[in-house]
């Protein structure tokens, strides 16, 4: 029993919140919108700028996040390239759902209970390149065409940027600024996960077996990889943690909004995101024990 409290002080809040938003869902409805742009626009920008500025970040750890961010994206997406061609597969979800992983909504929250401070900081550093990735590559995987403008309009951006010289530089930030972007920015983690779950009401788990393939390829992959990234570079400590939280993350809800509007494969990316979702139930305690969380 004592080795699972821990888990579950980390695993329940994060469950019970998406679990809240999903029930929420089946009373009440609302605009889902509205939430998620508060996030986009407010509460992820203020929970970046502080996370980065608290830390004293070197151009080392933001090359070295930067790189591996990257490749745990890009691998697995080739790999699940490789494999649609072979099976001689037609579905344009498969491999961008493979590639693009949720890496806000469950491995910040994750970071801060699991690792504190200094694991989120880094996971906030290893997501910066899948805002461009998603809006680029990922477009170009759903049939659209890629606007590499879109990345730029979008808040976060600049306040990670800001957040990301503050460290570099050293620069002293007003007590009153740190306070405000640290309140404001830890409002992002409930609102996130209501949304996730809120959003899931209306998933019907349809075409289960390819949505089971990728789920399990996002997750398996992603471990593979994380492994074999952190054996061969010797990665460790907290950068360690927050590249398996970040690798590991189930298909994200960014593949449902693009491939209702790129490919009319809705209905499916909606089952992946819900399949890979319901599957980090297991796969995240597992991980945090993998991660010498007990």
Same mark, same amino acid.
């Given at each position: 029993m004592s080795s699972i409290l821990p888990l579950l002080n980390i695993v329940f809040p994060v469950m019970a919140v998406i679990g809240i938003g999903f029930l929420y869902g089946r009373w009440k409805k609302l605009d889902p919108r509205v939430l998620a742009e508060l996030v986009l626009f407010l509460l992820a920008p203020a929970v970046m700028f502080d996370?980065?500025?608290?830390?004293?970040?070197?151009?080392?750890?933001? /090359?070295?996040?930067?790189?591996?961010?990257?490749? /745990?994206?890009? /691998?697995?997406?080739? %790999?699940?390239?490789?494999?649609?061609?072979?099976? =001689?597969?037609?579905?344009?979800?498969?491999?961008?759902?493979?590639? &693009?992983?949720?890496? %806000?909504?469950?491995?910040?929250?994750?970071?801060?209970?699991?690792?504190?401070?200094? =694991?989120?900081?880094?996971?906030?550093?290893?997501?910066?390149?899948?805002?461009?990735?998603?809006?680029?590559?990922? #477009?170009?995987?759903?049939?659209?065409?890629?606007?590499v403008r879109e990345p730029l309009k979008m808040p976060a951006i600049y306040?990670?940027?800001?957040? #990301?010289?503050?460290?570099?530089?050293? #620069?002293?930030?007003?007590?009153? #600024?740190?306070?405000?972007?640290? &309140?404001?920015?830890?409002?992002?983690?409930?609102?996130?996960l209501f949304t996730l779950g809120y959003r899931l009401r209306s998933i019907r788990a349809s075409d289960f077996k390819i949505s089971l393939l990728v789920a399990s390829l996002r997750f398996g992959l992603g471990f593979a990889l994380a492994w074999a990234l952190c054996e061969a570079f010797a990665l460790t400590g907290a950068f360690r943690s927050s590249l398996f939280l970040m690798s590991c993350s189930p298909p994200a809800v960014l593949n449902y909004i693009f491939a209702e509007r790129y490919c009319e494969e809705g209905s499916l990316a909606a089952s992946i995101v819900f399949t890979g979702t319901a599957l980090s139930l297991v796969t995240i305690p597992l991980l945090l024990l993998y991660l010498g969380v007990s």
């Open positions: 996370a980065l500025a608290r830390q004293h970040i070197v151009w080392d750890e933001l /090359i070295r996040a930067g790189v591996f961010s990257t490749l /745990i994206q890009v /691998i697995p997406g080739a %790999v699940a390239w490789a494999i649609k061609r072979a099976a =001689g597969m037609t579905n344009r979800s498969f491999v961008p759902s493979v590639m &693009l992983m949720n890496s %806000v909504s469950l491995p910040y929250p994750l970071a801060l209970l699991a690792f504190g401070e200094a =694991g989120l900081a880094q996971t906030v550093l290893l997501s910066i390149p899948n805002v461009f990735i998603s809006f680029t590559l990922g #477009i170009m995987a759903y049939g659209g065409s890629a606007d306040a990670a940027i800001a957040g #990301i010289v503050v460290a570099l530089a050293v #620069i002293p930030v007003p007590k009153f #600024i740190l306070r405000f972007s640290h &309140l404001t920015g830890r409002g992002m983690f409930p609102v996130e």
